[in-house]
């Protein structure tokens, strides 16, 4: 293991620039825990959007959490300069840059912050002091080890690997308040980053109508605001007992939510990742994105997925006839189901 370049006992104060998408967010925080592990007496700053930030409230790597609104209050030139001097007032010691952005390197840089740490993508290691120059291996790594390797590239090793995320108790029995029952199971329909990503909804109520009547089962829906059609759609097309949750919690209640479930179904998304930190069993649905970097990073997990000629196409929306996802059969999700409740 390399030494590390940073210095163990020199950094009082470290800045986090997080990720922008849910998924990709909970993937750092193996890469959170080691870098808690080796600064186990510095206060850990989360820099990250309204969202993501909610992930980190509560979070036993982070200190501390400062909110970046670019949609808001931090929108355009004079928001940038707004943020530039927030962070400037905390004089952090150095910044880890995990999002890959060039924009996340001049925020370090102009806030003076004097150790920048980040992978040399985009066209910004000139504005990094502690530069981690990026391979076609790293590329192809799964977004778990993406994280870390940039940490122990710089001597900052140890952590356990795991996922993890924090419910507090009052989260907790909010969630079982409202789901008032031990035997859940959770499916989420939608996909944020685009509908490529999604499968069927009526393959969706499908699935969840035969596990309810097979398992006893109480079903709840997750998913975002721009969800809320795919929810309405899915518990139209149900017959079983179904609570409707999607675009209508916190990202903290939809944590909560899947805490509290003992199997979740979903596409390649956010809470399929959030799931996955709190180790509930994952049934999870590729077509267009990637299996190999950003399957569910832990055990008891299923991959249903149909190779197909195009597929994984990354794309945000399928130019053609989505069939990597219309080659998907409800009964290969329900054998994938099965196989992990019984």
Request: proline share 4%; glycine share 6%; with cysteine.
């Amino acid at each position: 293991m390399a030494a590390n370049q940073l210095g163990h006992h020199s950094l009082k104060k470290i800045l986090v620039r997080g990720t922008n998408w849910i998924g990709d967010a909970v993937m750092t925080t193996p890469a959170l825990n080691a870098l808690r592990a080796n600064y186990p007496e510095a206060e850990i700053v989360m820099l990250a959007n309204p969202l993501v930030a909610e992930l980190f409230q509560f979070h036993p790597s982070i200190d501390r959490v400062v909110i970046y609104d670019r949609k808001g209050f931090h929108r355009g030139a004079a928001g940038f300069i707004r943020i530039i001097k927030e962070i400037r007032s905390h004089h952090f010691d150095a910044a880890f840059l995990l999002q890959n952005a060039i924009e996340a390197a001049l925020l370090a840089a102009f806030a003076g912050i004097p150790r920048r740490a980040g992978y040399t993508t985009d066209g910004r290691r000139l504005l990094l002091n502690y530069p981690v120059t990026i391979t076609k291996q790293d590329r192809l790594r799964h977004h778990t080890d993406y994280y870390c390797q940039l940490l122990a590239r710089l001597g900052i090793a140890d952590g356990d690997g795991q996922l993890c995320l924090a419910c507090t108790d009052e989260e907790q029995q909010w969630a079982a308040a409202l789901l008032d029952s031990d035997n859940v199971i959770a499916v989420n329909p939608g996909a944020a980053y685009g509908s490529a990503k999604r499968w069927l909804p009526e393959r969706f109520a499908e699935v969840a109508d035969t596990l309810a009547n097979r398992y006893g089962a109480k079903i709840v829906l997750t998913g975002g605001p721009g969800e809320k059609e795919i929810g309405c759609d899915i518990a139209a097309a149900m017959d079983a007992e179904v609570i409707n949750m999607v675009g209508k919690t916190s990202v903290r209640q939809m944590m909560a939510l899947l805490a509290n479930s003992r199997l979740l179904i979903s596409n390649d998304s956010g809470p399929m990742h959030v799931a996955a930190a709190f180790s509930v069993p994952i049934v999870a649905v590729f077509g267009s994105t990637d299996h190999t970097t950003t399957c569910p990073a832990s055990q008891n997990v299923k991959i249903v997925r149909k190779q197909t000629d195009c597929a994984p196409c990354l794309l945000r929306q399928c130019p053609t006839d989505h069939r990597c996802m219309t080659a998907i059969s409800a009964d290969d999700v329900l054998a994938a189901a099965f196989e992990l409740l019984d």
